[in-house]
């Protein structure tokens, strides 16, 4: 191994799982440890894995592991965000009117949802139903450096429709918060108002957080709804695919 030349020597390291060259191959010998550490090697992964264009250049200022570990480690970060699993997972729950209920798609007066995968749906009732998830980014895999030096997108997605037959209100908020839970940046919708006699589709809402700056260690996830026509039972914004992402 030796003899072998660097550039030959980074495509044969290059060939093995990321979590191996971090934690086995960069302790070998210095000359690997540079290797690992290096952008060379993480720019050709990049590219193996499609994450970037063979015209891609080491020299172009780009974190490439970093860059590498993100494309990869790209997930939803919400659990249970279709209430397959009851409320699991989900905190803070404010359970005005008779509370949430969890229905199957299309639901009364509804529509079905654009993903195939997608099942069922949180329905909120005739006072204001509420809740909410905190994300660990460390717990899931995002250290701080990479979340201080590259700052990466946090991305912030939502579903809600009403029904057909009731007028509704819905809303979304999202807060970056510190080791403390202290906020960094936050966003908070308009409270939307879905009126009577609506067709019941599907509405998508998004937020991309950028240049938030260094110490954001959670992300905080709520949204709400609830009818306008004030009728007992679950007539108030639906609510389903939610979603938060760390992205490139």
Partial sequence: METLPEPLLVRILASLPAVELVLVCRLVC???????????LWLLKCQQ??????????ESGERWQMLYFLHERKRNLIKNPNGEEGFDF??????????WKIEDLPGDFGQEFPHDDVHKYFASSFGWCSKAQIIDLRAEGYW??????LQPKIVVRDWYAGRGDAGCLYG???????ENEDVVAEFESDTIS????NEGEWNEITHTFTDYGPGVRFVRFEHGGQDTVFWRGWYGARVTHSSVTIEP
């Fill in 30 to 40: 210095s000359q690997w440890k540079t290797l690992v550490d290096g952008e060379a």
């Fill in 49 to 58: 894995e499609g994450f970037v264009g063979n015209d891609a250049e080491e």
């Fill in 194 to 197: 879905i009126p009577q006699d």
């Fill in 172 to 178: 979304l908020k999202a807060k970056l918060l510190s």
């Fill in 144 to 149: 701080e450096e990479l979340m201080d030096t």
């Fill in 90 to 99: 989900w905190v803070e729950v404010e359970n005005e009117g008779d509370g």
